[in-house]
T-cell receptor
Framework: DQQVKQNSPSLSVQEGRISILNCDYT??????FLWYKKYPAEGPTFLIS?????DKNEDGRFTVFLNKSAKHLSLHIVPSQPGDSAVYFC????????????FGTGTSLTVIP | ETGVTQSPTHLIKTRGQQVTLRCSSQ?????VSWYQQALGQGPQFIFQ???????GRGNFPPRFSGLQFPNYSSELNVNALELDDSALYLC??????????????FGPGTRLTVT
């Protein structure tokens, strides 16, 4: 049972434009969410997080939005750069589960110069 | 400050054999989690170790076992390998499970192929 879903396997965006990556979850107990970026032959790299007490968290060009009622989060990258081309995973965790994270299947972002 | 390292990088084993994968945590991190990432899938949580004790386990059979050592490095052992065990195995360290520091730092992974 996939508790975290990323329904878009791939996304292509022109350099300078906005990239929006989406993630849905089914478990209402999830209260902490992270986005990871993964380049080939490397492990995932932590990008940005958000807890359920917030609906937005911003870090430079990266902003994560959380809609708890819809069980949906999104990652916005503005402006997109060719170096952002990678696979992006969202992950979710529930308090008291010992940092057990559930990952989505990933979205491959290609930023076209 | 050194990052998370894993060994070996690649490994080929035969069905029924046993394998041990190793992970060194990032300096100062006392919590290690192991994940299995099958082709085209996201990482799936196997288990976590905090201060040498198992601190949570995902939906994996008992033939997946682990250890954490006093220096917080860790091993993942898989017995009676099956073809479906072929995957990238990722290790991630974090500052402290007790403090709910959720930021995990991943190693590059070990690619296991079972034939």
């Amino acid at each position: 049972d996939q508790q975290v879903k990323q329904n878009s396997p791939s996304l292509s965006v022109q350099e300078g434009r906005i990239s929006i990556l989406n993630c849905d979850y089914t478990n209402s107990m999830f209260d902490y969410f992270l986005w990871y970026k993964k380049y080939p032959a490397e492990g995932p790299t932590f990008l940005i997080s958000i807890s359920s007490i917030k609906d937005k968290n911003e870090d430079g060009r990266f902003t994560v939005f959380l809609n708890k009622s819809a069980k949906h989060l999104s990652l916005h990258i503005v402006p997109s750069q060719p170096g952002d081309s990678a696979v992006y995973f969202c992950a979710a965790s529930a308090s008291g589960t010992g940092n057990q994270f559930y990952f989505g299947t990933g979205t491959s972002l290609t930023v076209i110069p | 400050e050194t990052g998370v390292t894993q060994s070996p990088t690649h490994l080929i084993k035969t069905r029924g054999q046993q394998v041990t994968l190793r992970c060194s945590s990032q300096s100062g991190h006392n919590t290690v989690s192991w994940y299995q990432q099958a082709l085209g899938q996201g990482p799936q949580f196997i288990f976590q170790y905090y201060r040498e004790e198992e601190n949570g386990r995902g939906n994996f059979p008992p033939r997946f076992s682990g250890l954490q050592f006093p220096n917080y490095s860790s091993e993942l052992n898989v017995n009676a390998l099956e073809l479906d065990d072929s995957a990238l195995y990722l290790c991630a360290s974090s500052l402290s499970a007790a403090q709910a520091s959720y930021e995990q730092y991943f190693g590059p992974g070990t690619r296991l192929t079972v034939t």
